[in-house]
Each structure stands twice: as C-alpha cells, then as structure tokens.
C-alpha cells in the first residue's frame, strides 16, 4: 500500500469507538485552519476511541518494557487535507507518561490520564479521568454483540480513516498508518459519566452515540512528513 517504511507498530486490542454528530460550528475554531471538517449529512462527528495498546515497538527492535503496553482514549473529529480524507486528534489521552514526553515533543496532543479498563467475561467497565484545567471524566460499562456486521457505507466512513494531522508550531504534518480493514461489532453500552471534549456547546453529554467494537488490529505507523504550503 505504501512505497515508504513504517517506523512503530502497535497492537489495539478492545477497541471501542463511540460517534456523536455536533455541529460545524462547535469544532471549526478547534482544528488547525489548513483543514476543512469532513462532514457526514451536514454535520461534524466527533469520535472518543478507547482502546489498549499491546506490543509497541520501532521497526527492526524488540518491544521495550515500560512503554509497549498502556491505555489510549482519543477524542477526534474527521477532516480533509488537498482532498484526502483522515482525522484530527483533539486530545489522545494515555496511561504512559512517557509516551506523553515524547508524543509533545513531536507536537502531539497527547496527556496524562488515569484510565481504567475491567473485563469480567464478555462485558466491560472503564473509567477515565485527567486533570486539567477543566477535569475531564469518562465512565461507561459495555458488552460487544457476537458476531460481526457487514459495514455499511457510512460504518466505514467513521472508521476506515489511514491519515491524521498535527500542527507543530507553523507546520502541519501529516501521519499515515496502514492496516486490515476493520471487523466491526454492535455493542450494548451505557455511559454513566460524560465531560470529554467540554468545547462542545451542545453538549454530547446524556446524547447516545453510535457505537462499534472490535477485538484486535495490528496498526504500522509511518514517519511525518511536512505538508508543503
């Protein structure tokens, strides 16, 4: 798929993605102004993705204990660049702060949170937490459906997104990664605490979310490259 190398590859194992639509307006001022928002029916969608980072490593080196494993909620929202489509990370909260140290340095909107993942069978609990200056908080509970879904047109839309961007001072980079498609389940959740992404005027709070799950995706990171002007 790509000429270049990778450079990291990461397992996600338990992901869950949760979608709200919002409107334009509410995350326009939010985005670096190169981007254009990538709507759906006219509106913004704004993602939390919560997941557990398995086998992290550089290409060619083995994983290194300490920072091979940890937890990850991204808040993101869907965006285009000269035509190509991917998404633009808001915050990408971590258990790890030393992923955190390096991600900033490379202009990364990585934090520290404390972000919990319990599994008793095949049901879920999980709870996050950063403190900020708005603290921002997250607890749901949820149960994957059996079985996977034919994704439809819009599913995929969501999901199957290979490209991010990140402004770095006055520069805008641009992150590919490649992987299988995604096997999507339905999933039963229940939020009972939601104050991500407090920007959001009309709050997502109390407003349920379209949900997907999937059990495992190997994901390869390639380098930055810079857009040009």
């Known amino acids: 798929m790509w000429s270049k190398s990778w450079i990291l590859t990461q397992i996600w194992q338990d992901v869950l993605f949760l979608h709200w639509p919002v409107s334009p307006k509410d995350l326009e001022q939010h985005i670096p102004q190169e981007l254009q928002l990538d709507l759906y029916e006219n509106n913004a969608w704004l993602s939390a993705v919560l997941f557990k980072v398995k086998g992290q490593r550089l290409r060619c080196l083995p994983p290194l204990p300490g920072v091979d494993s940890y937890l990850q909620l991204n808040v993101r929202t869907y965006v285009t660049y000269n035509g190509m489509k991917g998404v633009y990370f808001i915050n990408s909260d971590v258990t790890n702060r030393f992923i955190v140290q390096l991600a900033t340095k490379g202009g990364l909107s990585y934090r520290y949170s404390k972000i919990s993942i319990k599994q008793k069978e095949n049901y879920f609990s999980s ?7 708005r603290a921002e908080r997250f607890k749901i509970s949820y149960q994957p459906i059996a079985g996977e879904i034919i994704s439809s047109t819009f599913d995929k839309w969501l999901v199957e997104r290979y490209h991010s961007w990140s402004k770095w001072k006055n520069s805008l980079f641009r992150i590919d990664i490649d992987h299988l498609p ?16 407090p920007f959001v005027k009309e709050s997502i709070q109390g407003i349920q979310p379209i949900a997907h799950y999937s059990k495992r995706k190997q994901a390869r990171i390639f380098s930055p490259i810079l857009e040009q002007k």
């Open 127 to 133: 709870s996050s937490l950063y403190h900020g200056a």
């Open 182 to 197: 995604w096997q999507l389940q339905r999933v039963h959740i229940n939020i009972e605490s939601n104050t991500l992404a």
